[in-house]
Structures are given as C-alpha cells and as structure tokens.
C-alpha cells in the first residue's frame, strides 16, 4: 500500500467553487510539502508544514497539518482556471532528512 | 529560495546508451537529491548526492545503473547507464537546506527506444 495517500485522484471543479485535496499518512510526518506541478516545470513549492497543528495560506490556497502530524489537507477558495494542474504532496518521514515521499498526485481542473 | 536549472530538458535515447543530466543550483545547498517520476506514477527518491563522496542510494537503485557526481554544494549530475525503455521516465533534482524546503528542477523527460 502507498505510504503516502492523497485523495481525491482527481477533481473538476466549476470555477468559482471551492475544493480540497487530502494527503494521510500511517507515519509521523516530520515536514509536509504541497507542491503543484505543470508540463514542463517541474514541480512548483506551494507551502511546507512542520508543526501539529499547523496552518499557512498564501493568496486563495490554505494548507493545514492536523495535531498528529498525520493528515493535510490543501483547499483553494473560489477556483480559477490558473489552479488547474497536478497537485503533489511529499513528506519528510525518516525524521528531517530532506527525503520526501510523495502521493500518488490530484490532477485538478477547473472549468470556466 | 532556490532556483534549480536542469539539462537537458528531454532526450530521446537508443537502448544501451548513457545519458548524463545535469543540475545546477543558484545557491549553494547542503542537500540534493535525485528523484524519478515513471509514466503515470509519483515521484520516487533515487539517491542522496552528497558533496564530495558517494551517492547514498535508496532501495531499488544501484550506483552502476545511476552513477551521481557532486563535486561542489551548487551542481550535480545523474547518469542514466545501460538504458533500455523501461529507463523512459521523468527525472528530477531538488536541493535544499537540511530539512528545510525542498526546490526543484524542471526535470528532464527521457524517451528510450
């Protein structure tokens, strides 16, 4: 089984909507990354979470790390067509190394 | 933050050929690794570049088929020995400080024929 579970596999969304995406893991997650990705650049970071707890936003995209350092979510308030892409998460489980596993990937699109 | 530049960006390689990538980063790091992406897959770590010594490489990944150079904290390189089609794959470079956040490359989408 995936060390790393992100669901939904993917979404389509009507825009305007909001929408989120989960990332749960068996072990302690020692960092948790978000990172989106689109065809031909890589993988661009989005927010990392570190501390139970823990919550950042940057622009309409919040990220959340629950208490047991176990389970994220990503949620985008009010979809645009810019957010559409493959949305990744990976986390640090062998206690900050930098190695990161990842989920299996959302792909997200959002419909004018 | 860091920025990381990758080549080549795509290749298209005959079986039984090597392809060298090459990463570099804007910044000097401590940390950079190399990661695969298969077809339709996630990303899956391959080794650890450290700077000065031998690649520490994960479960599933040998230094004969992925040799990985580091001679400075701002460049490495992964080779790709012995292709075959199973080969064909998206790989990536990221660096970071320590634990801290992770950067990466575009990638470079190889094609193995």
């Known amino acids: 089984s995936q060390e790393l579970e992100q669901s939904p596999q993917s979404l389509i969304v009507q825009e305007g909507k909001n929408l989120t995406i989960n990332c749960t893991s068996s072990?302690?997650?020692?960092?948790l990354y978000w990172y989106k990705q689109k065809y031909g650049e890589g993988l661009i970071f989005l927010m990392m979470l570190q501390k139970g707890g823990e919550e950042k936003s940057h622009e309409k995209i919040t990220a959340k790390l629950d208490e047991k350092k176990q389970q994220s979510s990503l949620h985008i308030t009010a979809s645009q067509p810019s957010h559409a892409g493959i949305y990744l998460c990976?986390?640090?489980?062998?206690?900050?190394?930098?190695?990161?596993?990842f989920g299996q990937g959302t792909t997200l699109q959002v419909k004018p | 933050s860091a920025v990381i530049s990758q080549k080549p960006s795509r290749d298209i390689c005959q079986r039984g050929t090597s392809l060298t990538i090459q990463c570099q980063v804007d910044?000097?790091?401590?940390?950079m690794f190399w990661y695969r992406q298969q077809p339709g897959q996630s990303l899956t770590l391959i080794a650890t570049?450290?700077?000065?010594?031998?690649?520490?490489?994960e479960s599933g990944f040998v230094i004969d088929k992925f040799p990985i150079s580091r001679p400075n904290l701002t460049f490495s390189t992964l080779t790709v020995s012995n292709m075959s089609p199973e080969d064909s794959s998206i790989y990536l470079c990221?660096?970071?400080?320590?634990?801290?956040?992770?950067?990466f490359g575009a990638g470079t989408r190889l094609s193995v024929l």
């Open positions: 990976g986390a640090d489980t062998r206690s900050n190394t930098g190695k990161l596993i």
């Open positions: 990221s660096g970071g400080q320590g634990a801290d956040i992770q950067y």
């Open positions: 072990k302690t997650l020692y960092g």
């Open positions: 570049a450290n700077q000065g010594s031998e690649a520490t490489y």
């Open positions: 910044s000097q790091v401590t940390m």
